[in-house]
């Protein structure tokens, strides 16, 4: 049964929430619309909605939501037949059907082997930079050890040629033997007694000094009492009898001495007296 035109346009509006009173005029329109047509009608503007009913209907959100994923899809599925990815990951990535959760997982595992190359490349210039660093460092220490050696060489042989002018000033009770080999056996002497009492030579600026080997820092010391270096070698030279021992001061012996009276012939004078003193005795 056919349906008047004004029951079309009541569905239209409320179909589209327009207000039926501002409608009046297409109301009283005589004309009627065949049951075809208006069910036609009926049913398109059944699937209509508003704007607010369509954000949240949830086919067009599926389908938005899927049209706007669609592109992202298509890169992952690139990726994947490139070959960028390993199987393992190309099989995860397949099987996840978020989209959000395979790009994601896509970014980090194209992330990493960039990650690790640029840290590959710099290995061998990380590895040229420390072995420069350890050869500054070596060559550094090399050079230290060789002035501080030096430094000691310098001070030992100072320290040498100070002992054998001390020595060389020695008066040596063997004269038949070369000064060298004298200083010679003075030095060996010396350096035995040195090692024997734990005691050691150093150089300091008012001469040489004996200090304690095992404590540098301490004098050496003999019964308590600091030992002079100069001291410490006449001991040792005087206990091994290499010092010219001093002679005795020289003793004089007076003689005495016998008046000899010469024969009375030989002194006119004298027999002269002697006559006179017969003479006298003869007066007397």
């Given at each position: 049964?056919?349906?008047?035109?004004?029951?079309?346009?009541?569905?239209?509006?409320?179909?589209?929430?327009?207000?039926?009173?501002?409608?009046?005029?297409?109301?009283?329109?005589?004309?009627?619309?065949?049951?075809?047509?208006?069910?036609?009608?009926?049913?398109?503007?059944?699937?209509?909605?508003?704007?607010?009913?369509?954000?949240?209907?949830?086919d067009?959100?599926?389908?938005?939501?899927?049209?706007?994923?669609?592109p992202?899809?298509?890169?992952?599925?690139?990726?994947?037949?490139?070959?960028?990815?390993?199987?393992?990951?190309?099989?995860?990535?397949?099987?996840?059907?978020?989209?959000?959760?395979?790009?994601?997982?896509?970014?980090?595992?194209?992330?990493?082997?960039?990650?690790?190359?640029?840290?590959?490349?710099?290995?061998?210039?990380?590895?040229?930079?420390?072995?420069?660093?350890?050869e500054?460092?070596?060559?550094?220490?090399?050079?230290?050890?060789?002035?501080?050696d030096?430094?000691?060489?310098?001070?030992?042989?100072?320290?040498?040629f100070?002992?054998?002018?001390?020595l060389?000033?020695?008066e040596?009770?063997?004269?038949?033997?070369?000064?060298?080999?004298?200083?010679l056996?003075?030095?060996?002497?010396?350096?035995?007694?040195?090692?024997?009492?734990?005691?050691?030579?150093?150089?300091?600026?008012?001469?040489?000094?004996l200090?304690?080997?095992?404590?540098?820092?301490?004098?050496?010391?003999?019964?308590?009492?600091?030992?002079?270096?100069?001291?410490?070698?006449?001991?040792?030279?005087?206990?091994?009898?290499l010092?010219?021992?001093?002679?005795?001061?020289?003793?004089?012996?007076?003689?005495?001495?016998?008046?000899?009276n010469?024969?009375?012939?030989?002194?006119?004078?004298?027999?002269?007296?002697?006559?006179?003193?017969a003479?006298?005795?003869?007066?007397?």
């Amino acid at each position: 049964m056919p349906k008047p035109f004004g029951q079309l346009v009541e569905l239209l509006a409320q179909k589209t929430n327009i207000d039926a009173s501002e409608l009046t005029e297409l109301f009283q329109i005589k004309a009627d619309v065949s049951d075809d047509v208006f069910t036609k009608f009926e049913t398109k503007l059944a699937t209509l909605i508003d704007i607010n009913d369509a954000k949240h209907n949830n086919d067009l959100h599926k389908h938005f939501k899927a049209l706007s994923l669609n592109p992202f899809d298509k890169l992952i599925n690139e990726a994947i037949e490139q070959g960028l990815v390993d199987e393992d990951t190309a099989n995860d990535l397949k099987a996840n059907v978020n989209t959000y959760d395979k790009a994601k997982k896509l970014i980090s595992k194209l992330s990493e082997p960039k990650v690790q190359a640029q840290a590959k490349d710099s290995e061998p210039l990380k590895a040229e930079i420390k072995k420069l660093n350890d050869e500054v460092l070596k060559t550094k220490e090399l050079y230290e050890s060789q002035i501080k050696d030096l430094n000691k060489q310098s001070e030992s042989k100072l320290m040498q040629f100070q002992i054998d002018t001390l020595l060389s000033g020695k008066e040596y009770a063997n004269k038949d033997l070369p000064k060298n080999v004298q200083i010679l056996t003075a030095k060996t002497l010396l350096e035995q007694e040195l090692a024997t009492k734990k005691a050691k030579v150093v150089m300091t600026d008012s001469g040489l000094k004996l200090v304690n080997a095992e404590t540098p820092e301490l004098d050496f010391t003999d019964s308590n009492k600091t030992v002079q270096f100069n001291d410490f070698v006449d001991r040792v030279l005087a206990s091994n009898k290499l010092l010219q021992v001093s002679a005795p001061p020289t003793t004089v012996v007076k003689t005495p001495q016998t008046i000899i009276n010469q024969p009375v012939d030989d002194n006119p004078a004298a027999v002269r007296n002697q006559e006179r003193l017969a003479a006298l005795e003869k007066i007397g």
